[in-house]
């Protein structure tokens, strides 16, 4: 089951994924709101979007290129208060990507980076036996929802940026029901935008290099799904000719932690388990672009692509012109 979220003038439509139709859904004008009604019944999600499926359907195309009034929101986020979604991911837990930053922080060709130990933990570690625990993957901040962004919005490099590339992953998305309990609501395309030039100059910069816009959707995979083995592609468009394309893969099978793990090591903290929330959390990336030498440039467009996940997730990038200002904290 695919869903999706709208606006037009008139304000937020939930709907449903049919081919080349999106079918409407009444009562509720976000998925959100969907999730909650099935945490309170205890039907499953799917059962709750056949309730109130509708006979009224958009034509799915038009939208998707951007030739309709009606426009693609974020796949998931809180409707109401954007900062009680926290927006997180795990990195180094595909073996591509590990190889990506020990190349960027290798010192000498003999020394293995504390980057490539991490991946090698989660080999040794990250898939434990179902009920147990295992180790403890890397962990990011990025921000709350203010950071989302849809498909076909802008992701913008700020001033104070050395860069911005992209990182296409697969990411969960989470609410937290009224007595703690998270539950995950179903899977999203994601494009993880962070500066690899920050991280780059320092490991220790990878924190601050992650707080950027990142972009989830357009279609959330709910209901039942398989996330053992996952194929797709990522490219780069730079006046409408591709200038680098590769071959991605997710899932369980190519990753280095079970989802059961990350899963645990997200939601074990208090905090995490506030009821009401919603997280999303990005599972990390195969291979991004900034590896294989490419910068991105303004006016370039990013898509990530996963079979069985819907269409692809586009974004233009921007860089902002002008330069770094500084902000001066005023003293009551």
Same mark, same amino acid.
């Given at each position: 089951?695919?869903?999706?979220?709208?606006?037009?003038?008139?304000?937020? +439509?939930?709907?449903?994924?049919?081919?080349?139709?999106?079918?409407l *859904?009444?009562?509720?004008?976000?998925?959100?709101s969907?999730?909650?009604?099935?945490?309170?019944?205890?039907?499953?999600?799917?059962?709750?979007?056949?309730?109130?499926?509708?006979?009224?359907?958009?034509?799915?195309?038009?939208?998707?290129?951007?030739?309709?009034?009606?426009?693609?929101?974020?796949?998931?986020?809180?409707?109401?208060?954007?900062?009680?979604?926290?927006?997180?991911?795990?990195?180094?837990t595909? =073996?591509?990507?590990?190889?990506n930053?020990?190349? @960027?922080?290798?010192?000498?060709?003999?020394?293995?980076?504390?980057? @490539?130990?991490?991946?090698?933990?989660?080999?040794?570690?990250g898939t434990?036996?179902?009920?147990?625990?295992?180790?403890?993957?890397?962990?990011f901040? =990025?921000?709350?929802?203010?950071?989302?962004?849809?498909?076909?919005?802008?992701?913008?490099?700020?001033?104070?940026?050395?860069?911005?590339?992209?990182?296409?992953?697969?990411?969960?998305?989470?609410?937290?029901?009224?007595?703690?309990?998270?539950?995950?609501?179903?899977?999203?395309?994601g494009?993880?935008?962070?500066?690899?030039? @920050?991280?780059?100059?320092?490991? *220790?910069?990878?924190?601050?290099?992650? *707080?950027?816009?990142?972009?989830?959707?357009?279609?959330?995979v709910?209901?039942?799904?398989?996330?053992?083995?996952?194929?797709?592609?990522?490219?780069?468009? +730079?006046?409408?000719?591709?200038?680098?394309?590769?071959?991605?893969?997710?899932?369980?099978?190519? @990753?280095?932690?079970?989802?059961?793990?990350?899963e645990?090591?997200?939601?074990?903290y208090?905090?995490h388990?506030?009821?009401?929330?919603?997280?999303?959390?990005?599972?990390?990336a195969?291979?991004?672009?900034?590896?294989?030498?490419?910068? *991105?440039?303004s006016?370039?467009?990013?898509?990530?692509?996963?079979?069985?996940?819907?269409?692809?997730?586009?974004?233009?990038?921007?860089?902002?012109?002008?330069?770094?200002?500084?902000?001066?904290? =005023?003293?009551?």
């Amino acid at each position: 089951m695919h869903l999706i979220q709208l606006a037009d003038a008139h304000g937020r +439509r939930a709907g449903r994924v049919e081919h080349d139709t999106i079918r409407l *859904l009444d009562s509720h004008s976000s998925i959100y709101s969907l999730a909650l009604e099935a945490i309170e019944s205890g039907a499953p999600l799917a059962a709750v979007v056949e309730r109130h499926a509708t006979g009224n359907t958009l034509p799915y195309d038009p939208i998707y290129e951007g030739h309709s009034e009606w426009r693609i929101l974020p796949s998931f986020d809180h409707p109401e208060e954007p900062a009680r979604c926290l927006v997180s991911g795990t990195g180094l837990t595909h =073996k591509a990507s590990a190889e990506n930053r020990a190349a @960027m922080h290798q010192k000498a060709a003999a020394a293995i980076t504390d980057s @490539m130990r991490m991946y090698q933990l989660g080999l040794e570690g990250g898939t434990p036996l179902p009920g147990e625990i295992g180790v403890q993957p890397e962990w990011f901040y =990025k921000g709350n929802g203010s950071v989302l962004r849809g498909h076909g919005e802008t992701l913008t490099v700020p001033p104070f940026a050395n860069d911005g590339g992209e990182e296409p992953e697969i990411a969960g998305v989470y609410v937290i029901g009224p007595d703690g309990q998270p539950y995950r609501v179903g899977l999203t395309v994601g494009n993880e935008f962070s500066d690899h030039k @920050m991280e780059r100059q320092n490991y *220790l910069y990878l924190a601050p290099s992650k *707080l950027r816009n990142c972009s989830v959707g357009p279609e959330l995979v709910a209901g039942e799904y398989s996330f053992d083995y996952v194929a797709g592609t990522v490219s780069v468009r +730079r006046n409408a000719e591709v200038v680098w394309q590769k071959d991605i893969f997710s899932g369980e099978k190519n @990753m280095s932690h079970s989802l059961a793990n990350l899963e645990y090591h997200h939601f074990k903290y208090d905090e995490h388990r506030r009821p009401g929330d919603v997280h999303i959390h990005f599972f990390g990336a195969d291979a991004f672009s900034f590896g294989d030498g490419i910068a *991105l440039q303004s006016g370039d467009v990013t898509e990530v692509a996963f079979e069985g996940f819907g269409k692809p997730l586009r974004n233009k990038v921007e860089i902002a012109a002008e330069p770094e200002h500084f902000l001066a904290v =005023k003293r009551l």
